[in-house]
């Protein structure tokens, strides 16, 4: 009996024991399971954002590419904004630049996915310009940061909401392109689904702006020396034709004034005709000595003589008597007291004053309002200008004429290019590049904003006298 007993108790307490045995066991298998699952869920998870990272070196890779092309700034912009449009797979991409004159943002150039209808939104955009802190360039512009919009229909903040949503347009972001740590501009994209922010995409952006900004100061600097080496090589041959044309009239003048003394003491008939033809050829030949004056100008001989200029009353009297009488323009002035005071020839910058009345008179043939206006501005960190740092006298001359395509724009200054037809009339389109070269030998500056159909402005720098 006392045998039995003891039997059943060891097979309980094997049973006991069989069962701890197996539930430890389970509980190993419910955590090797649950590593298991953890450990290939990092793997997945490690998988991919390695992916993610080979998908960034290659847009990163492919931006370098595409910013070390020999291309124009514009056709790069737009390829740029391509190849980051389709990295996200989202359908529109913007870039934004500073209006130098205006101080607000426009827009430069659009690229869009070819199966989307974008004519409205596009046509919008091409319209709307964004001050600091207003829709999503502004606030990049403002915060100098990237910037993520789950849905653009429900931000407060975004004033193309009504096309977007006809669109069907949900997220976007944005970020800032900079230029020596200053913002220059923006780049902005769009998509139809609403995604939340992705930060480290919004960091990578970020640096890609700084590269950007890096490529466009660099096309600028090449560009600028591309054009003073045009002007400079133009300006040798131009100086040269011009003195020895100089010469030339000298003496067909000094024949003239004799001609002209022979008949007053011989008496000669008819006096009047005759006198009426020589005044005719002596005007001539005034407005050619001008001409030669000018071409001096644009060579290295004409180095600036300074000296101080009231400039309220420099500019009424120099814009004033370009307009012809006959034409109905009218000059607006808006010239505020405590302007700085500035040195510079007064004969050259009456020639770049004339030289942009004119254009602006050309440009308008059924008549407008030229407004001339100046302020005073300080260069410096947060000034996009490639100038000195310092105290500048900012003039401004607008029309509101036809306005200069966007394609003509960077070749404005050139030496001879000309919108106009040529023609013994029309000039050979030397007058932009002369008063870019006189602004520059000023050690100012000179720049253009237009628009078709709404006109065009001219801005000048010249540094002040204090």
Not at 17 to 32: A, D, P, S, T, W
Not at 49 to 62: F, I, M
Not at 89 to 106: A, Q, S
Not at 112 to 137: M, Q
């Amino acid at each position: 009996m006392v045998g039995i007993v003891r039997d059943i108790t060891d097979w309980k307490k094997m049973q006991d024991e069989m069962q701890m045995l197996n539930q430890g066991l389970e509980q190993r298998v419910i955590e090797r399971t649950a590593q298991l699952e953890m450990a290939n869920k990092q793997l997945k998870e490690e998988s991919i954002e390695h992916k993610k990272d080979e998908k960034r070196l290659t847009l990163k890779y492919s931006i370098t590419n595409i910013l070390s092309e020999s291309d124009g700034l514009k056709e790069t912009l737009t390829k740029t904004l391509k190849a980051i449009c389709e990295y996200n797979g989202w359908g529109i991409g913007e870039i934004w630049f500073i209006d130098k004159g205006t101080n607000i943002l426009t827009l430069n150039s659009m690229w869009y996915n070819p199966s989307w209808d974008v004519k409205e939104f596009e046509a919008v955009s091409r319209e709307i310009t964004f001050p600091k802190g207003i829709g999503l360039p502004g606030r990049v512009w403002e915060n100098g940061q990237p910037a993520w919009i789950t849905d653009v229909i429900v931000d407060r903040n975004f004033p193309r909401e009504s096309i977007a949503s006809k669109l069907g347009l949900h997220g976007a972001f944005g970020f800032p392109i900079k230029i020596s740590g200053n913002v220059a501009g923006v780049m902005s994209f769009f998509s139809r689904s609403i995604d939340p922010p992705d930060n480290d995409l919004l960091q990578m952006f970020d640096a890609i702006g700084t590269q950007i900004g890096e490529f466009i100061a660099r096309k600028q600097v090449e560009e600028e020396l591309q054009m003073m080496r045009n002007i400079e090589s133009i300006g040798t041959l131009a100086g040269g034709i011009a003195h020895d044309f100089n010469n030339i009239l000298t003496a067909i003048l000094g024949n003239i004034y004799l001609a002209k003394l022979y008949i007053s003491k011989k008496n000669i008939s008819p006096i009047d005709e005759i006198f009426k033809r020589l005044r005719d050829s002596e005007e001539s030949c005034m407005h050619a000595k001008e001409l030669t004056g000018m071409l001096i100008t644009f060579a290295k001989g004409g180095s600036p003589i300074k000296e101080p200029i009231e400039i309220s009353k420099f500019l009424k009297e120099t814009a004033t008597l370009v307009i012809p009488s006959n034409l109905h323009i009218t000059c607006e002035f808006d010239i505020p007291a405590h302007l700085y005071p500035v040195k510079a020839d007064k004969l050259q910058i009456k020639q770049v004053v004339k030289g942009l009345v004119a254009n602006a008179v050309e440009a308008m043939p059924n008549g407008g309002v030229i407004k001339v206006r100046t302020e005073n501005i300080t260069v410096g960190k947060n000034e996009n200008l490639p100038l000195k740092d310092g105290k500048y006298l900012k003039v401004s001359i607008e029309d509101s004429g036809v306005g200069i395509p966007e394609e003509n724009l960077s070749k404005i200054f050139d030496p001879y290019f000309s919108t106009k037809e040529r023609g013994s009339q029309k000039g050979m389109g030397l007058g932009l590049s002369i008063c870019y070269s006189i602004i520059n030998r000023h050690e100012g500056l000179i720049t253009v904003d237009s628009k078709v159909g709404v006109g065009t402005t001219f801005h000048f720098y010249l540094p002040a006298n204090l």
